[in-house]
Nanobody, 131 residues
Framework: QVHLVESGGGSVQAGGSLSLSCAWSGLPISRKYCLAWFRQAPGKERQAVAS???????TYTNSVKGRFTISRDNARSTLKLQMDNVKSEDTAMYYC????????????????????????WGQGTQVTVSS
C-alpha cells in the first residue's frame, strides 16, 4: 500500500521561510516516479507548484520561481519543498504527489497538470502566511 505523508506546515510571517517534507513508502520499486508539490487555496482549484524528476530536473510555476526549491532524496524516500520569502498568496493546503510511475520523468506543462496526472497523493499540510 502506498503512503505519502506531508509534514512541516504551519504559520509564518510574510518574508519568512518554511520547509515542507513528504515521506513516501510502498511505491513499487520496479518503476520510477515524477514527484510534485501541489497546493489548493480556499475556493480555488488545486494547482501544481513544483516538480522534480528522477535525476533531479525541476520545474516551477512562475509565481514561486526564485523563492521555492524542490528536492528529493530517493535513498531516504523523501521529497522536500523549501519555501523562502513567502507571501500571503502562498497560503494554501500543500500536497505531495507521485505519478503512476515509469521512467521517472515529468511530462507536459506543469501549469496544465491536474489531479488526474498523478496517481498517489498525501493528505496535505496547511501553510498560512500572515502579512
Amino acid at each position: 500500500q502506498v503512503h505519502l505523508v506531508e509534514s512541516g506546515g504551519g504559520s509564518v510571517q510574510a518574508g519568512g521561510s518554511l520547509s515542507l517534507s513528504c515521506a513516501w513508502s510502498g511505491l513499487p520499486i520496479s518503476r520510477k516516479y515524477c514527484l510534485a508539490w501541489f497546493r489548493q487555496a480556499p475556493g480555488k482549484e488545486r494547482q501544481a507548484v513544483a516538480s522534480i524528476d528522477i535525476d533531479g530536473g525541476t520545474t516551477y510555476t512562475n509565481s514561486v520561481k526564485g523563492r521555492f526549491t524542490i528536492s528529493r532524496d530517493n535513498a531516504r524516500s523523501t521529497l522536500k519543498l523549501q519555501m523562502d520569502n513567502v507571501k500571503s498568496e502562498d497560503t494554501a493546503m500543500y500536497y505531495c504527489a507521485a505519478d503512476d510511475g515509469g521512467i521517472g520523468y515529468c511530462f507536459g506543462a506543469l501549469d496544465l497538470w491536474d489531479n488526474s496526472d498523478f496517481r498517489y497523493w498525501g493528505q496535505g499540510t496547511q501553510v498560512t502566511v500572515s502579512s
